[in-house]
């Protein structure tokens, strides 16, 4: 199945990056093409010196292009394979996937450690809150809630011995009383 869109001079590019970097040499190698007469071979190795030296092309377009003119100067037998500078080739950034999966992971564990790293503040802080709040119920002075609760007790207790002693002097009463009544 045939892709369509970044291709060029046969070439099928990754990247926009890459199309319009191949682009441009070809644009530039055409208008080289229709400038000079290429055939010659001392056109052709003037050419190829300069961009050679130049580090022009960047791009497998570029580099077919240098090849075919390396190929009509030693054709002609002007210069020796020897003697004529080779194509230099930079080398490519390449990505493997298990170097880029390995950094992101990598990086996802330095924010996963700072997260733990978090909470484990917060949770230590909490549980100092929570200890301090036990300490402070057992080992408090107790006597605030318990004054409170003796003076309550207490009046309570003051009503209670009032009501009986009233009971008893109303049964004392109702006694003198249902003894005054059976006399008559």
Partial sequence: MREKGLIIGGY?????????????????????HSKADLTDART???LYIKLIENRTF?????????????GTILNSGIVK???????YIP????????????????????KQKYRIRKTRIINIFLLITILG???????????????FENKI???????EEELNNREQEL???EKALDGMNTLE
């Fill in 12 to 32: 099928l590019f990754s990247t926009n990056k890459d199309y319009n970097e191949a682009k441009e040499e070809y644009e530039s190698i055409h208008f080289l």
């Fill in 171 to 173: 049964i004392q009463r």
């Fill in 44 to 46: 052709a190795l003037k």
């Fill in 91 to 110: 080398a490519q950034e390449t990505y493997n996937a298990d170097i880029l999966s390995l950094e992101k992971y990598k990086l996802l564990t330095e």
């Fill in 81 to 87: 394979e020897e003697d004529i500078d080779g194509i």
């Fill in 58 to 70: 960047h791009t497998i377009i570029g580099y077919t292009f240098l090849k075919e003119l390396q």
């Fill in 153 to 159: 007790v207490n009046r309570y207790s003051t009503w």
């Fill in 133 to 147: 709040m036990l300490i402070i119920a057992v080992f408090t002075d107790k006597s605030v809630y318990a004054d």
